[in-house]
């Protein structure tokens, strides 16, 4: 269904490269700037089995999109440069890269091109991560599926076998757990993918320890003054799966963590998962009480001037592993499948209730 889901949007968005829509409506939908969304960047080839494939763009990719934006007329911008940038008058467009949890592949990969190019990002981190004791759950649940012949879950009361022996049973059985997971509270779920890796026979912190930066990595990355280190919650939970007390201390420890491992002030953030599921107005409300200059989501869009209000729950554009053509970039930067999405969601309510 995932692939499936992928291939249609594929299809969508060179439907709208080569009719030309897209330049035709640009004018109408392309805002003020873009907040670009990464994880990890490396070279490595993916195996069969890699149902996180869209969390990780190869280095020319990235690359090719610094070069791309700067042709078509974008600036890129630190995000300390953000808020002012968007109450000002239109004028240029502007372009933030960010990147979110702080991988190793960030600073091997990401940034020697971004310094190449001269432009500046953001790093948000997890502080459970840099210690080494976080947990990258989505990893665990893959390798665990990668390696067992079959799994069972007891889940919502139904107990559920799930045969692995093919990589499209495994791709079927990763995205039914993966989103079961996202909808039960967080202790639960971790302690599944936990057993999950105990009985594939690995250690699940081993992917934090070997993937995640430390502090020491962190602090030699920050010295570069186009560097700017984010928070990300100290162990990457759904905020929004918890109570408003908890959430807070999620925000305000990792903050406090990072200014004191740092010595600088930590005053932007991202949500974990940042969906609508994830991180609502309770959670942009803290975000903004706390003083953070900046929040932002995973909510698809680009940024145009009403954002200047909203500064705590700012839309991003993905760089997502399975989308590495420049016509797709090229097509979202027009905004056009942004506002023809919207309309459509607009359109559902009035078809069911008719």
């Not at 240029?92 to 020697?112: C, E, H, I, M, S």
Request: with cysteine; hydrophobic share 40%.
């Amino acid at each position: 269904m995932l692939r499936q889901s992928t291939n249609i949007m594929k299809a969508a968005l060179q439907a709208l490269h080569y009719s030309g829509v897209d330049k035709l409506i640009s004018p109408f939908t392309a805002g003020s700037g873009v907040i670009f969304m990464l994880h990890q960047v490396s070279p490595e080839t993916p195996r069969a089995f890699n149902p996180n494939r869209i969390l990780k763009v190869t280095p020319e990719f990235l690359e090719s999109v610094i070069k791309q934006v700067r042709a078509a007329g974008f600036k890129i911008i630190g995000i300390d440069e953000l808020p002012d940038q968007l109450k000002s008058p239109r004028g240029q467009p502007f372009a933030v890269f960010t990147l979110d949890d702080g991988y190793k592949d960030n600073r091997d990969f990401a940034y020697p091109i971004f310094k190449r190019h001269h432009a500046p990002f953001t790093i948000y981190v997890a502080s459970d991560f840099a210690d080494g004791t976080g947990d990258l759950w989505w990893l665990t649940l893959e390798e665990a599926l990668h390696r067992l012949p079959e799994v069972t879950l007891e889940m919502d009361g139904v107990r559920k076998r799930f045969i692995l022996g093919s990589i499209n049973e495994k791709d079927a059985a990763f995205e039914e757990i993966y989103w079961w997971l996202r909808a039960i509270p967080e202790d639960r779920a971790r302690a599944i993918t936990h057993r999950l890796a105990r009985e594939a026979g690995f250690d699940f912190g081993d992917f934090c320890r070997d993937l995640v930066m430390t502090w020491d990595e962190l602090r030699d990355l920050a010295a570069d003054p186009l560097v700017t280190i984010g928070s990300h919650t100290r162990a990457h939970f759904a905020l929004a799966k918890l109570s408003e007390a908890q959430a807070r201390s999620q925000i305000k420890s990792c903050i406090e963590r990072i200014e004191a491992e740092l010595g600088r002030p930590c005053g932007h953030f991202s949500y974990p998962y940042g969906c609508e599921q994830s991180a609502g107005e309770r959670e942009f409300a803290i975000a903004s009480e706390l003083g953070l200059r900046t929040a932002v989501t995973t909510r698809k869009g680009l940024l145009h001037a009403n954002h200047a209000t909203t500064l705590s729950a700012l839309p991003r554009l993905s760089l997502n592993g399975d989308y590495q053509d420049a016509r797709y970039v090229k097509v979202l930067l027009s905004g056009a499948p942004f506002a023809l999405w919207n309309a459509i969601a607009q359109l559902k309510p009035q078809q069911t209730s008719a």
